[in-house]
């Protein structure tokens, strides 16, 4: 059986200013070509399909475009919430689209959502783990202690009873670390509720799955062992992203206790996102020979030793869609930010920690987080 795991697509994205949208696009479309000529079985979408929890118009129209292509293909369907996800909302029409095989599960309640598909081999049960809180297993097991964000999820694969002498593959997102081995972030991810140190999950708790399709790290890579991944965010939404290889994780299941077998399948996004240093005109004529490619989104830094009125205007006049300037030397990178050109690269979660700092309270609790957070999703102030 072949599976394609993908992640993190983040619909309706806007990184400074500029909709992702028909990038997106030509994302989805590398999909349904990958499907259609590698002979993709199930694709399995782990989380973050839409940027907001209420999307935009047009990257809600983009995934029922998708979901029409994948059910004129025949190819089964599976997606689960992440945190940017409103559960709910993801859940609308699932009843129906599940007689085209396109499973979804936007929320927890009442168990972990169990598929089966079959091929020569005999069956693989598909389980689907939406983004859940600790908090959101607590209220759903009021009889059970969960101590931590691992027994939470520990607590939600016993009650699904899985029988480990099958083929058994399950989808979540959340934050999971193998021992001490942290996953390396990409920088586009917003983690919620977390203060300080994220509480991750550890790997062993999916221990006896033949795979796991993780989502909400946006760099691709596998925890523990090369069948526990990370198939990681389609596009570079953020700079700290710009050398990762965007990818999708071609699966292939033999049978119970064969190896199973991961490829990663490049994505070849229509306009890059890079970093350019340089004088201005030394950018000018750079750009003057990559054709193209000085269409994509770009972060500048220029080395001029003079200040630059308007610096973004000048850029733009050769590189049409950079993103974000600044200067390389400090006393002229103040000057770009009291002309407003160059926005210091903050994310929500520092410029609250400075907030609270310099009101001289304590920082934020949990539960504050918890608010803090989904009123700024919800203005659509955090990435
Ligand atoms: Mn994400």
Known sequence: MKLLHVADLHLGKVVHGYSLIEEQRHILAQIVTTVKER??????????????????????????????????????????SGNHDSGDRLNFGRRFFCQ???????????????????????????????YVTKA??????????????????GAAIDHARVDFTARNVIVAHQFVAHGATRPQVGGSEVMAASV???????????????????GHVHRPQWIGRETVRYAGSPLKYSLR??????????????EKGAPVVTERIPFHPRRDLRHVTGTLGDLRQQAKGEGDAAEDYLYVTLTDETPLLDAMELVKQ????????????????ELGDAAGSAVEEKSFHDWVTAFYAQEGGSPPNEEEWAVLLAAAREAGVTE
């Open 241 to 254: 992203e710009a050398d990762d290889e965007k990818s999708m994780v071609l699966v292939t299941l033999g």
């Open 318 to 333: 050769f590189y049409p869609n950079a993103m974000k300037v600044e200067f390389a030397h400090r006393q002229l990178r």
């Open 39 to 80: 002979h993709i079985d199930a694709v399995l979408v782990a989380g973050d399909v839409y940027d907001r929890s209420v999307a935009s118009e047009d990257a809600v129209a983009l995934l029922d475009d998708f979901l029409v292509q994948m059910a004129a293909l025949s190819t089964t369907v599976f997606i689960i």
């Open 136 to 153: 959101a297993m607590r209220h759903a097991w009021p009889e059970e202690t969960m101590d931590s964000y691992d027994a939470a999820i």
């Open 196 to 214: 300080g140190t994220i509480e991750a999950i550890g790997s062993e708790v999916f221990d006896g799955f033949d795979y796991v399709a993780l």
């Open 100 to 130: 085209q095989n396109i499973h979804i599960a936007g929320t927890y309640a009442p168990a972990l959502g169990k598929v089966t598909l079959t091929d020569a081999v005999g069956p693989v049960h598909f389980y689907l783990l939406p």
